[in-house]
């Protein structure tokens, strides 16, 4: 039996929620970071075992792994051989790690996280290859450390006293590699998703597995925030289940834990999130949660037209069109009901700016190139269609998504009107969503 000579080392740590990318919290929650990792982890060792297939009997992997193994998800259960990472500080850890893996009979050893995406399988081909003509190659990150480093021999002077976490970290590789005399290849640059303005990034991954992501191609994601209504959420499940004609995943991001709440998701088969922080970032968290392509953002109070997924579907399949929105009615006997509606109807098709309550929806891919919602009190709405808008075209459809009156009711049409206009003019003239508020909960 032939041993392989190229053994690849995946370092991963288990995506537990609040224990992992802490710095996407606040824009995404615990949840929904979590998320974040777990399709990086995915990714990665997907394209590790493509890598392998490709390399035949010459290549073996590894996961050296941060946490426990019973918290590993389904999806990143794969045929690799799994280990527990060494103890100590990140060099202390690689460097073990790697002479582990020449004393199994490694010819070469390449190393990488889980952080990056643009880590695939040529990448990996290409790294292996550099490691015929030089002693290592890196593969630099935009943050001024490598996403990838590979070695033939064992040096473990690469990983001692060295600026980990830092921008300094390859640069003072490079002042290493020189004091060791040895060569090295470099890799094209790319760049790892670890904070907010990184997210953009994660786009390659929302794509549908036709395109070489992982999203379901023919799934629309349904995220739902819902706010001390298990009733009315109710109502909203029962009608997305009758009126969808083919396949819909049910995501409710809710404010707190409601009397009745998970009994109700239960019986749509309807997954269920639980995070106090403002509604963008459960949306942002419920999109990462997601395993659709399409992804539609719905109010709890809301009702959907008989065929609305595949008016989705349907629209999206028209690639210079970047969001879709319905047209709106409001459920109320009120005369000034019908003219709000109109009026926001008309707002959208004239201004191209639907509010949330329309059932905004897009691809998954172009959510995520445009960074989400912004982790705004308020007015996070408005925020995502503009970004949205400059990518491509605004598809209004005829079809209605019918929402509750009660928020008309509670001021009163003509009043809630004109709060809602002062507050979208102060945002546009300057004054910050968390003023705004501030006023709106006065």
């Not at 010459?58 to 103890?87: I, N, R, S």
């Not at 004393?103 to 040529?122: E, F, K, N, S, W």
């Not at 064992?154 to 830092?166: A, V």
């Not at 390659?204 to 992501?213: F, I, K």
Request: hydrophobic share 45%; charged share 20%; net charge neutral.
């Amino acid at each position: 039996m032939t041993l392989p000579r190229d053994h690849l080392a995946v370092f991963a740590r288990t995506p537990v929620a609040g224990a992992c990318k802490t710095r996407l919290i606040p824009h995404l929650g615990p949840y929904g970071a979590a998320a974040v990792a777990c399709q990086l982890g995915r990714h990665t060792l997907a394209e590790a075992d493509a890598w392998r297939a490709a390399a035949a009997t010459d290549g073996a992997v590894t996961l050296w792994l941060a946490g426990e193994p019973a918290d590993l998800p389904t999806t990143w259960k794969t045929t690799v051989t799994l280990a527990a990472q060494p103890a100590g500080d990140l060099g202390q850890r690689l460097e073990a790690a790697i002479q582990t893996e020449f004393d199994r009979g490694a010819q070469r050893v390449v190393v990488i996280g889980t952080d990056c995406p643009g880590v695939d399988r040529h990448r990996l081909a290409d790294a292996f290859r550099a490691l015929d003509q030089t002693d290592v190659v890196l593969g630099p990150a935009l943050d001024g450390g490598y996403t990838l480093i590979g070695l033939r021999h064992p040096h473990p002077e690469l990983f001692r006293q060295m600026p980990w976490s830092t921008e300094h970290l390859l640069h003072a590789t490079h002042s290493r590699l020189r004091q060791l005399n040895l060569t090295w290849t470099e890799l094209a640059t790319l760049g790892d998703i670890d904070t907010p303005d990184d997210l953009p990034r994660f786009a390659r991954l929302a794509e549908p597995v036709t395109h070489g992501g992982l999203a379901n191609p023919h799934l629309v994601s349904l995220l739902i925030p819902s706010r001390s209504d298990a009733r009315l959420l109710a109502q909203t499940l029962a009608a997305v289940r009758a009126a969808a004609t083919g396949p819909v995943e049910l995501i409710v991001l809710a404010a707190a834990d409601e009397h009745g709440l998970n009994e109700t998701a239960a019986e749509f088969d309807a997954a269920v999130y639980v995070d106090d922080r403002p509604r963008a970032v459960r949306l942002n968290a419920g999109a990462a949660l997601a395993h659709g392509a399409a992804l539609l953002f719905l109010h709890a109070d809301a009702r959907v037209p008989t065929g609305f997924d595949a008016a989705i579907r349907e629209t999206l399949t028209d690639r210079s069109i970047s969001l879709g929105a319905f047209s709106l009615a409001i459920d109320g006997t009120q005369p000034a009901l019908a003219t709000i509606a109109r009026g926001a109807n008309w707002r959208s098709s004239v201004c191209k700016l639907p509010y949330g309550d329309q059932g905004l929806f897009c691809r998954a891919s172009d959510f995520w190139r445009v960074g989400g919602f912004p982790p705004w009190p308020l007015l996070d709405d408005v925020a995502l269609v503009r970004k949205l808008t400059r990518r491509g075209r605004l598809a209004l459809q005829r079809d209605q998504i019918t929402v509750s009156a009660r928020r008309w009711q509670r001021l009163g049409p003509v009043r809630t009107t004109l709060l809602n206009q002062a507050i979208l003019a102060a945002w546009f003239l300057g004054v910050p969503p968390e003023t705004l508020a501030r006023w709106y909960r006065r």
